[in-house]
């Protein structure tokens, strides 16, 4: 029925717009998808992928292309400093018995594997271009973008990220993306013969984790507290993030601080977070993404969330009758399952600043795993 949706526009072409976009284009929708970046580049270093982003992918028909790219793990081996094995969390295969249960693949290389799927499913791609008005109307949503008059769409998508211009638009009084008190480093590296599923360490005011994302590389990140979000530069980054690890009596970690070079591609990001509170929607447009549940990465699901959302949009257009049933729906099944991952991160870099309990914060991961194990 796809809602009485025939035409559809997506404002953002990060994983949950493009997700969105070839899944709303393979049921017949005309979908146009604007992305404000010309090249259309993914940032970033190597990203973590739970089982159930795993599953997206399958049914998007886009596993081979990961397995192809990326590399997937089972299990999460947490670790003291020393490299005491402390806790195993286990990582169902939701996407099949030969499936593993979760992976890692350079950003760029994911984006690139669902870029190729847009253009394959026939969307309207307009690179280098964002909206410049959206106003609902009774007939639909008329957006104007570009230099062009405005056109109308059955369906706007906001996927346009952490700070989000449509949300701006349609909610101004939605709160602010705010600074949790933890930063991030991170780097691409060789993969250490030892590490053959994602591992992290556990140190005082610091945690470090390793996960592959290919045959031969692996993807290092570490959190670190910050009182106060100031300004790092990146002729520093090198040393700064060499002298954090150092702390880390772990051969395993010893040995990539005396490796480490500008060759590994060193990042750095202060961490925010933002939970609009429902709804995510307004007449004919939608919210998915980080545009609505920007979390930290201490579930490595903020990615995961998003192209779920996508999936599940796409599901309730093609059931539902209407386009205010569609998006009800789709908001009712994932209000729950993100807030989940927004609050247990929060709970856990909270866990990891103050000195708390490592029993708890292994209890909240290992069942905040199993709750994204489940079908969404």
Known sequence: MNAGITKALIIGGGFAGMTAAARLARQGVEVDLLEIDPGWRSYGAGISLHGSTLRVLKELGLIDRFMEEGFASDGVEMRGADDRILVTLPTPRVAGPDIAGGGGIMRPALAKILQEAVRAAGVNVHLGT??????????????????GKPQRYDLAVGADGLY??????LFPEAPKPRFIGQSVWRAVLPRPAEI?????????????????????????????????????????????????????????????????????????????????PRPWRAGRVALIGDAVHATTPHLAAGACIGIEDAMVLAEEVARASTVDDALAGFEARRWERCRMVVENSARLADIEIHGGSRDEHAAIMRQSMKTLAEAI
């Open 196 to 276: 053959t599923t994602v591992t992290m360490w556990m140190g005082p005011n610091l945690k470090v984790g390793l996960n592959g994302v290919s045959r031969d590389l692996a993807y290092l990140f570490l959190t670190e507290d910050k009182e106060v979000n100031d300004f790092v530069a990146p002729e520093s980054f090198v040393e700064t993030l060499r002298a954090l690890l150092r702390k880390f009596p772990s051969p395993i970690i010893q040995a990539i601080a005396d490796q480490l070079s500008e060759e590994h591609h060193v990042i750095y990001r202060p961490l925010e977070q933002m939970l609009l």
């Open 164 to 169: 989000s211009s449509v949300r701006a638009k």
């Open 130 to 147: 964002t909206f410049s008005t959206i106003e609902n109307q009774e007939d639909g949503v008329w957006v104007a973008f570009g230099d």
